[in-house]
């Protein structure tokens, strides 16, 4: 045993507080707060399963383990409060289950629980409780062999559930299930070739969508924290890792639980040869309230689960020792009971010493482009201060955005004025302000010398979950039949679980499409200065389902393919795939002839395959075929590691084209910020794209990560490297 494991278990046996912070050790506090985590009984040695995952159902107060690695094998029901082990068992049904049988298991609040297979044809396993003698399932997209479930919800509420999978390095897929429905993937992300991922353990801390997502690995050595992903923009986006101190190593963390109350508790379940214990970790202060040691001699291998029951306040944890097989199974379960500490005051970093600042050697030729959201301006007093800002710092390239949801922030005769410059609220959509803020933008930008190009969301029709007003001529009112719908044909529209989400146009339907095309070229004819066209959402909304069933599209394709999409999946989703590309081409085609110089870039999804496999969004393709100047990956996360790969994933395929990689300002540090800046240009891009204005500049005033691009990487003014395949006269310019 090291030192330090040793110095942990004097401090857990003597009830110190200890503390865990970003890239810090446990540090003992002192003895004046109890302990959270108190012993309620524990079972071990128990010899009839092999098992994988636990479930917990309270409507019955009862645990469920099903033994892994046989395609019949049971899933045992245990009593949670008298802890006896019966003989009774779920109902398998007539269902197929693969070879590894029900791979993780749980259940919501409204007692029906929820099995994964490995099956040919994987599926999701539900039971309506645990007297179901006829279970059904429902098909999933992708099998990536989940291994814990974290399920919210239940009941008369839609149920969320959240499967860490094991394979494809652990990405994290959320599923939603409406009351009498079946589950829905919403959304996936971590995992693949070199990103993070919750191959072992994931807990939320909500419903979807959740805000804030954790993950762990427990499979690679290489990974021993706690992942962190944050909502940021609507999207899940990874915020960086919780380490775990020296003293704990080999992918310990095996499986995650969370209780939202107060500032949050998140529970970790260490094993894989480390000290066996659970953590209690404060999700705000990230200090330890609690740590409990599990008193059994290789009680955890690297098989575990955790689970809160949030009611009553009890933490179930299970362990499958190394030596266990299907032969001879062994394991280990308990139960603690957990106190909710009170709320925290956020603790204040001691200041350190600012080491000596390392000198910047910058390019002279580089993007530095800034998003700009509608949100940022309503007059023109403040989209001059935001040049002013912009040019300031170095930019010199600002992605206005002036197109939201079929709303527009510059007179249009296709698409009404957009209610946010008149207004807080829907009833002013179509009201004209009395100034065009795309003319005043692109007037202020040239005498500053910068760029100013129309960012614009491509399919998003609307957004509220209040139509427009009957008597503005805006798409939802005029050509609904335009937007995208569900597998029954039911229109795209904000639910309960979502109302924060756009709702789409089709990108299949040829008059959307052109409608689309229409826009985008109406920009570039009423304003001949304008330097480029920028992308926003151009791709289908898989973030909260499939709704690519719009009854035009699902008829041209049958009519293309000689199939149904259910007939002929794979040529199905390269369908739709083309259905946005085509879109890119005929913009780009007919765009160069009224503009040639016009630049056109888009902020793409950060992960390549992501996009092209689950939001039918082929950036790459584009960049090979020459029909986009400019992709910037929307890399929003503060995993260097990740970042770096991303980079270099995208420039290898650039094609002789632009790559200004998307940096989340607000999920990095002032120092994660330098990095990622540094990491870009090591790796080739041709510069950055900074998420967002808003960010950098609060309330207008520079704040401390502005300072720093000032004082280091954005230290000079650069020209915009040239595009030879538009203008092969330049060499590096600045147009004004």
Sequence with gaps: MSVHSF?????????????????????????????????????????????????YDAVTSSLLIPQVNVATGPIFVINADSVSTTSRVLSLGDLPFGSLGCFAIGADEGGRVYGYNDAPTPFIAMWAGLDDEAPTSAPLQVSRLARNYDIHGGGDIPTTIYAAGSADAGPIEVYTRDPGG?????????????????????????????????????????????????????QMTYAGE????????????????????????????????????????????????????????????????????????????????????????????????????PVRPTPTPSPTPSPTPTPWYNPDVEIRALWVTRYDYKTTDAVQMIIKNAADCHFNIVLLQVRGNATTFYPSALEPWAWELTGSGVA????????????????????????????????PGWKETTPPPPDVPQLWNTHRDWFACDKNGVTMWPS???????????????????????????????????????YDYFRYPSEVG????????????????????????????????????ALARENYREGKKIRRGTMFSGAVLGRYSSGRNTYFQDSHAW?????????????????????????QEHVSARNGRFVAPGIGVSSVTVSGLLDEIRISREKGAQGVTLFAYSTLFPGNIPNNKAKALLDGPFS???KLPPMPWKNPWQSSYMLY
């Design 716 to 718: 000079n003014k650069v």
């Design 7 to 55: 110095l942990i278990r004097i401090c857990g046996a003597l009830r110190l507080r200890v503390v865990w912070l970003l890239g810090l050790f446990l540090i003992p506090l002192g003895a004046s707060a109890q302990d959270c985590l108190t012993e309620l009984w524990v079972k071990t040695d128990q010899q009839f399963v092999h098992g994988n995952s636990m479930g």
């Design 546 to 581: 499939d709704y690519s069933w719009n009854p035009v599209d699902v008829s041209l394709f049958t009519a293309w393919a000689g199939g149904t999409p259910d007939e002929k999946p794979s040529e199905w989703s390269q369908w739709k795939r083309e259905q946005i590309t």
């Design 428 to 459: 002013t959509t179509g009201q004209d302000p009395g100034w065009d803020p795309l003319a005043v933008a692109i007037q202020e930008a040239h005498a500053a010398g910068l760029q100013l190009h129309a960012y614009m969301n491509t399919y």
């Design 242 to 341: 919780l380490p775990i101190p020296g003293g704990f190593g080999g992918a310990p963390v095996l499986a995650l639980a969370f209780e939202p109350k107060n500032d949050g508790l998140l529970f970790a379940l260490i094993g894989n040869d480390q000290p066996s214990c659970v953590m209690a970790i404060n999700a705000k202060t990230y200090q330890m309230e609690g740590i409990y040691y599990i008193s059994v001699s290789d009680a955890i291998g690297n098989r575990g689960s955790l689970i809160a029951d949030r009611k009553n306040q009890r933490l179930f944890w299970y362990g499958r020792p190394k030596s266990s097989t299907l032969a001879s199974p062994l394991g280990h379960w308990g139960c603690l009971r957990y106190t909710i500490p």
């Design 623 to 647: 960049l090979a075929e020459g029909i986009i100047d400019c992709i910037m990956p929307m890399l929003y996360t503060a995993d260097t590691v990740y970042f770096s790969n991303m980079v």
């Design 496 to 534: 309960d679980w979502w109302t924060y989400w756009y709702t789409f146009l089709s990108p299949g339907h040829p008059e959307a499409r052109a409608h689309i095309h229409a826009v985008y070229m109406e920009v570039l004819q009423r304003y001949p200065q304008i330097d480029g066209i920028h």
């Design 182 to 234: 079946v589950p829905t993937l919403r959304e996936t992300f971590g995992g693949g070739t070199s990103g993070p991922g919750g191959k072992a353990g994931v807990a939320a801390g909500s419903g979807y969508p959740a805000s804030v997502v954790y993950g762990c690995d427990g499979v690679n050595p290489g990974s021993n924290g706690i992942h962190i992903w944050k909502r940021i923009d609507s």
